[in-house]
T-cell receptor
Framework: SAVISQKPSRDICQRGTSLTIQCQVD?????MFWYRQQPGQSLTLIAT?????????ESGFVIDKFPISRPNLTFSTLTVSNMSPEDSSIYLC????????????FGDGTRLSIL | DAKTTQPNSMESNEEEPVHLPCNHS???????IHWYRQLPSQGPEYVIH???SNVNNRMASLAIAEDRKSSTLILHRATLRDAAVYYC????????????FGAGTRLTVKP
C-alpha cells in the first residue's frame, strides 16, 4: 500500500494563470500517473511520469499545457498552464508500486475551478 | 486498447449481494482484469484484480468467465458505504501498464 498526498486539495484560479499541483508518496515508486476527471465524467489519463525520463503524454495532452516534473522517486508535479474555464476538473495522481500489473494507488485529487 | 463495457447504473438493497458485470470481448492474453471504485470526493480505490482464476479478498470476489471475455464483481453483502462508481479496467503489464477508465457503473444501495 502507499499513502499519496496531493497539494493543494482544491483551488480557485483566474483564467490565464498557471497552477502547480504536487504529489508526494510515502515510498519510492518508479511509475507515477496523472489523470484528469472533468465534472461528472470518468478519469482520463494525461501522462505517465517515470523518474529519470521525460513524461509520456496521451493523445490530446501536450507538454506546453501540462508540464510535469519528476525529480525523484517520491515526488511529482503537474502544472496546468494558461488556464481557462475548460480546465476546471479534478486532477489526480496515482502510483504503481511494483510496475508489474499490481494495483495502482490514487491520491484524493486536486479540485480546480477556473473563473 | 482493449475496452470494457459496463451498465451505467445498478441498484441494490442493503445487506443483499450485488453482481456487477463487465464485458471485455477483446481482452488479450496478458491483460489483467482490475476493479476499482470511486466514492464521492475521493480518488479511485483498488478493489480486486485477476487474470484467469476467480479471486476473493476481504472486499469482494471476482468471477472470471472461462473465455475471459467477461467478469463479475461480487459484493457479498452491500452496505450503504459501498455506494460508489465501480470501474472495470484491463491492464497489460507488458504493454504500457497504464490504466484506461471507462464510464463505470454507478451503484446505489438502498436501506
Amino acid at each position: 500500500s502507499a499513502v499519496i498526498s496531493q497539494k493543494p486539495s482544491r483551488d480557485i484560479c483566474q483564467r490565464g494563470t498557471s497552477l502547480t499541483i504536487q504529489c508526494q508518496v510515502d515510498s519510492q515508486v518508479t511509475m507515477m500517473f496523472w489523470y484528469r476527471q472533468q465534472p461528472g465524467q470518468s478519469l482520463t489519463l494525461i501522462a505517465t511520469a517515470n523518474q529519470g525520463s521525460e513524461a509520456t503524454y496521451e493523445s490530446g495532452f501536450v507538454i506546453d499545457k501540462f508540464p510535469i516534473s519528476r525529480p525523484n522517486l517520491t515526488f511529482s508535479t503537474l502544472t496546468v498552464s494558461n488556464m481557462s474555464p475548460e480546465d476546471s476538473s479534478i486532477y489526480l495522481c496515482s502510483v504503481d508500486l511494483t510496475g508489474s500489473g499490481q494495483p495502482q494507488h490514487f491520491g484524493d485529487g486536486t479540485r480546480l475551478s477556473i473563473l | 486498447d482493449a475496452k470494457t463495457t459496463q451498465p451505467n447504473s445498478m441498484e441494490s438493497n442493503e445487506e443483499e449481494p450485488v453482481h456487477l458485470p463487465c464485458n471485455h470481448s477483446t481482452i488479450s492474453g496478458t491483460d489483467y482484469i482490475h476493479w476499482y471504485r470511486q466514492l464521492p470526493s475521493q480518488g479511485p480505490e483498488y478493489v480486486i484484480h485477476g487474470l484467469t482464476s476467480n479471486v476473493n479478498n476481504r472486499m469482494a470476489s471476482l468471477a472470471i468467465a472461462e473465455d475471459r471475455k467477461s467478469s463479475t464483481l461480487i459484493l457479498h453483502r452491500a452496505t450503504l458505504r459501498d455506494a460508489a462508481v465501480y470501474y472495470c479496467i484491463l491492464r497489460d503489464p507488458y504493454n504500457n501498464n497504464d490504466m484506461r477508465f471507462g464510464a463505470g457503473t454507478r451503484l446505489t444501495v438502498k436501506p
